[in-house]
């Protein structure tokens, strides 16, 4: 019994780990944004977000690949080619001279670790199923969300003590580990008698087939919405951290503080939403993040740079409400399409990803002295996104899962 619970608490942290390579790749150089973009020649400090929301781009694309190839050839293939993606990504990252080439590495970057960031998922659909399944990836969720706490004072650490190529070469040293301990320690979970063909053919009929349902597009743009909103603050924290309010060094902690009020909001999901349930989770907390906009609109509409501790505070009651809203949305949307729920989830995966990128890079242009161009953007997204809500509340009927 007790090999038996320390084998369940490997994988636990096992597939923690492969899903958290992802949020050390994404925020370890947040600090080093300013120098790497001075290294690279980048003209105009905003476009030191592409260097985040690139790599999103990859994420988004990447399962249109692996999703199928590891129906296809298995579970640990499709992680190795993506480690060995990665790995290469990240030397095009470390020798980049210019921006261009940097984006490039950031994409591949992206791509590759979209592998394990999804397969993990896969693996522990292959183990576990309903309840059980829930609650192994709430465990492995909650050891994920630690990553993005302590990666930027992780990445300033390095960095002071070494250069930005350094963070690339310890997160390669890190993908390198996490790799050879799934080599040695992870069976592959997919059967031969369940593995089906790579083709074309299937990512296009499934492509078709998602389209086709109204709840799972509407619930796909609202996150489309959210995920831009967001990605503009992750993108832009250092802009508006370390050079709008001079607070170098205390950015990794404030960043990590933030990182709790989403973290906080994840846990506490996995209890409200068997009381309430997912859409009313969505409506309540879709409706808090846009009256919390609105009211920072009202208030701090004619000055630039409130207190830091305002600014911290709204932030702070604007993520918890992100943090219902991240996997009820995607849930929502995968409701109608379980019976084509790999292929689903990369195309609706890669539609909300297509979205998000181009409206934070265009919201991300205007953060140069202000941050109330991204308490605007919050704004309009969020209204957008409670028009489809409504929308789709009066024109559809909800999906009923099946056990």
């Not at 992802?22 to 690279?40: E, F, S």
């Not at 709008?244 to 990182?259: D, K, R, S, T, W």
Request: proline residues 4%; hydrophobic residues 55%; contains cysteine.
């Amino acid at each position: 019994m007790q090999s038996k619970r320390a084998s369940q608490v490997e994988f636990i942290a096992l597939m923690a780990a492969l899903m958290s390579v992802t949020a050390l790749a994404i925020d370890a150089i947040l600090p080093a944004l300013n120098v790497i973009g001075y290294d690279i020649q980048v003209s105009h400090s905003s476009d030191n977000q592409l260097l985040v929301t690139m790599i999103f781009l990859g994420l988004g694309i990447g399962p249109l690949l692996f999703g199928p190839l590891s129906d296809a050839k298995g579970r640990k293939p499709s992680v190795y080619l993506g480690f060995g993606i990665f790995i290469i990504a990240s030397a095009v990252c470390i020798y980049a001279k210019s921006l261009e080439v940097m984006i490039v590495g950031r994409i591949l970057q992206g791509i590759g670790l979209s592998a394990p960031r999804t397969i993990c998922i896969a693996i522990i659909r292959d183990l576990f199923d309903g309840d059980y399944m829930a609650r192994i990836m709430s465990f492995v969720t909650v050891v994920f969300l630690l990553i993005p706490i302590v990666a930027p004072a992780m990445g300033q650490v390095i960095l002071d003590a070494y250069n930005w190529q350094a963070i690339f070469i310890v997160q390669v040293m890190i993908s390198c580990i996490v790799a050879i301990w799934f080599w040695k320690r992870q069976k592959e979970t997919l059967r031969i008698a369940y593995r089906i063909p790579f083709s074309l053919d299937r990512i296009t009929s499934g492509f078709k087939e998602t389209l086709k349902y109204q709840r799972t597009m509407g619930f796909t743009i609202i996150q489309g919405f959210i995920v831009g909103s967001f990605l503009v603050y992750l993108s832009a924290s250092q802009q508006i951290f370390q050079n709008q309010y001079g607070l170098v060094n205390e950015f990794p902690y404030i960043f990590a503080g933030l990182a709790i009020a989403i973290g906080s909001a994840i846990f506490l999901n996995g209890t409200f939403v068997v009381r309430f349930g997912m859409e009313k989770l969505v409506t309540w907390s879709l409706t808090g993040f846009f009256i919390v906009s609105v009211i920072y609109l009202v208030l701090f509409h004619q000055v630039a740079r409130p207190s830091i501790f305002i600014l911290v505070g709204f932030f702070a009651l604007q993520f918890f409400c992100i943090g219902f809203l991240f996997g009820n949305l995607r849930a929502l949307a995968m409701q109608p399409v379980g019976h084509i729920a790999g292929i689903g989830a990369a195309i609706t995966g890669l539609i909300s990803t297509l979205m998000a990128v181009p409206i934070s890079t265009f919201i991300g242009k205007y953060i140069q002295t202000s941050t109330l161009p991204l308490f605007i953007g919050f704004s309009v997204c969020s209204a957008i996104s409670l028009v489809i809500l409504y929308w789709l509340k009066k024109h559809t009927t909800p999906v009923v899962a099946t056990p």
